[in-house]
């Protein structure tokens, strides 16, 4: 499976939205960044992992080591086992595309690892093998679920806590209602992980500035890829 063929080799949209972003960020002392950093650290941490009666599961997937998962995926999938397992009623859609070009994708997987702990045909999985990043994970995964538009049904997003902020972000601006699941059971206290996290405000950053600029020079095309 190969990456999506529409992709631009250069996002022209998103090198003049970054440089924004950046523009935006030092005229402003980092203060919003530092807001937007506030508010993902308080989902990151405070979300409960608890579900009741939503009926699709999305897990984002993770650039693969080798063709092989990492820690951080393998905790997804874990998490989604639980689920799965526990509500096999769950329609599971497993997304990401290849990490590099005619590799296995992210989405393959995840399907296999799950394979190996017991997951068969009987539970209901799909997998979304185009994507290359967050927001392509869910346009892509809108198709797949819902051709005919977004239904007002929630979708659990499960992933690493770090990551939960961006995606609820993301997804709530393509319609969708989001229903938050972790793949730990608190956020982890290393400095590395509040690095990962300051990158993540900063793609949310970057994300609301590109939706924002889009609108006051009011460029649909940009819109759609972001509404």
Not at 77 to 85: F, G, K, Q, W
Not at 112 to 119: A, K, N, S, T
Request: include cysteine.
């Amino acid at each position: 499976m190969h990456p999506d063929p529409v992709r631009q080799k250069i996002d022209y949209d998103g090198l003049i939205t970054f440089i924004l972003t950046l523009l935006l960020i030092l005229c402003t002392l980092f203060l919003p960044l530092l807001a937007v950093y506030m508010r993902a650290l308080h989902i990151a941490k405070t979300q409960p992992g608890i579900i009741t009666g939503v009926d699709n599961l999305f897990v984002f997937g993770k650039k693969l080591i080798n063709g092989k998962i990492d820690d951080e995926y393998k905790r997804r999938l874990d998490s989604a086992y639980d689920l799965i397992t526990m509500n096999p009623e769950i329609r599971l859609v497993l997304l990401g595309g290849p990490s590099k070009e005619g590799g296995i994708s992210e989405a393959q997987a995840g399907l296999d690892y799950l394979r190996c702990r017991g997951i068969d045909q009987k539970h209901k999985v799909q997998l979304e093998e185009r994507s290359q990043n967050t927001l392509e994970n869910l346009r892509h995964a809108q198709n797949i679920l819902f051709p005919d538009g977004i239904e007002s049904s929630p979708i659990i997003l499960l992933t690493n806590r770090y990551h939960l902020p961006r995606s609820a972000l993301i997804a709530d601006s393509l319609g969708f209602t989001p229903v938050l699941y972790p793949a730990e059971t608190r956020f982890p206290s290393s400095m590395w992980d509040w690095g990962k996290l300051l990158k993540e405000a900063f793609y949310m950053f970057w994300f609301q500035t590109g939706k924002s600029w889009a609108r006051m020079i009011r460029n649909q095309r940009m819109l759609d890829r972001v509404t």
